[in-house]
T-cell receptor
């Protein structure tokens, strides 16, 4: 089991550039989540998908952020244009469908550390 | 008010000490509860689930009080390797995991 795979591991970009973060969920998981983590705000849920359909994007900070899931094995989070305040670690996680009392096999990827200068 | 609140710490304790972390949640409809551990510059990983009757896993004991909307984690005989950030996690209706800010633990020799 390869786990949730994110790329790149590190990204340094200049302000104004487009940034694309990628995620491959665990095969068979039908939920996919994008989180952002900073020292000030902790882990924030940005958006999540169920069966490739966006369910809740209320955590997406602004229109510069967009996420897609074209198929069950791939998702992207795009920031255009990027700003220094977007610097953070972005985590992708995937899980099975919710069942009471279970964490649904909720697994995080290793994260992408984004620095916008 | 944040949906899940924790004391950020840091908690600095000597090896062998017992340490307790607390967490409160605001949504009474929350369905499931967990503690996650996050090491520096790593992803969060599941430590243990929290059940209404309380549950234990070796040196770790988790408790849930639904009436008070309160969750706790007790670590006995702490080890140097327990140093990490401990995240209280609540699953809301719809399956969203909501994380607390985390409590930092540092175990010293």
């Amino acid at each position: 089991d390869a786990g949730v795979i994110q790329s790149p591991r590190h990204e340094v970009t200049e302000m104004g550039q487009e940034v694309t973060l990628r995620c491959k969920p665990i095969s068979g998981h039908d939920y996919l989540f994008w989180y952002r983590q900073t020292m000030m705000r902790g882990l924030e849920l940005l958006i999540y998908f169920n069966n490739n359909v966006p369910i809740d994007d209320s955590g997406m900070p602004e229109d510069r952020f967009s996420a897609k899931m074209p198929n069950a094995s791939f998702s992207t989070l795009k920031i255009q244009p990027s700003e220094p305040r977007d610097s953070a670690v972005y985590f992708c996680a995937s899980s099975l469908s919710p069942r009471s009392g279970s964490n649904y096999g909720y697994t995080f990827g290793s994260g992408t550390r984004l620095t916008v200068v | 008010r944040k949906e899940v609140e924790q004391d950020p710490g840091p908690f600095n304790v000597p090896e062998g000490a017992t340490v307790a972390f607390n967490c409160t949640y605001s949504n009474s409809a929350s369905q499931s509860f967990f503690w996650y551990r996050q090491d520096c510059r790593k992803e969060p990983k599941l430590l243990m689930s929290v059940y209404s009757s309380g549950n234990e896993d070796g040196r770790f004991t988790a408790q849930l009080n639904r009436a008070s909307q309160y969750i706790s984690l007790l670590i006995r005989d702490s080890k140097l390797s327990d140093s990490a950030t401990y995240l209280c996690v609540v699953i809301s209706q719809g399956g969203k995991l909501i994380f607390g800010q985390g409590t930092e633990l540092s175990v010293k020799p």
